[in-house]
């Protein structure tokens, strides 16, 4: 499914180009599953073959994230938690991969807006919990603009740079995230380790 996905975003991108890019990142950040892995970095291939610039793909691939991130989150302020998850399932959105989002931004906040843009699953819709929350929403949209940026940055310049192996960068970026998620917990342990010790002091 995802693979059939993947290939129907390389598709539309190739016809579309940076109208494609904002469209397919705007859906992204606004909870459909659209794998950003893959439509940035093959911007970022276009690029490299001359029939895109690459630095229009980044600024147009931040707006799209940007701008359905604001979707979202009126989305979740306006209707809250009962209207995401009327609509969850007829819009074949997971309701745990919502719920973790949930549970990110109570434990961490509203600077979660920020990292969560490079966390797996999580960028796609912490959004949501964000406007439930009735987050400040300039605050909301400078996290997300730089946090959208710093992703479009990475993934349209790592397609640029590999040219016809853009693809194989999916596939690293699923590892990355992995070890991102990793990284996250073992800070979060240690923080707790860290104020248990200082209790017990």
Known sequence: MVERLIDLVVLVLDKTGY???FIAMALE????????????????????????????????GTLGGTVGSCVAYYIGKIGGRPLVE????????????IQKSD???????????????LLPIIRTFISLPAGISKMNFKKF???????????SVILGFAGY???????TIREWFHFADVALVVIVIAF?????????????V
């Not at 009327?86 to 309701?95: E, I, M, P, T, V």
């Not at 740079?161 to 693809?167: D, F, R, V, Y």
């Not at 923080?191 to 200082?198: A, G, H, S, V, Y």
């Open 19 to 21: 109208v494609g890019v």
């Open 86 to 97: 009327k609509y969850a399932d007829k819009l074949r959105l997971s309701k745990s991969h």
């Open 161 to 167: 740079k590999m040219g016809e192996n853009w693809i």
């Open 141 to 151: 949209v400078v996290y997300t603009l730089i946090g959208s940026t710093l992703w």
């Open 188 to 200: 979060v342990v240690y923080k707790i380790l860290t104020k248990f010790k200082k209790s017990k």
């Open 29 to 60: 950040s606004a909870c459909i599953p659209i794998p950003s892995e893959a439509i940035l970095p093959f911007g970022g291939y276009l690029s490299y073959l001359g029939r895109l610039s690459i630095i229009p793909v980044v600024i147009f």
């Open 103 to 117: 549970d990110y931004f109570n434990k961490y906040g509203e600077r979660i807006v920020f990292f969560s843009r």
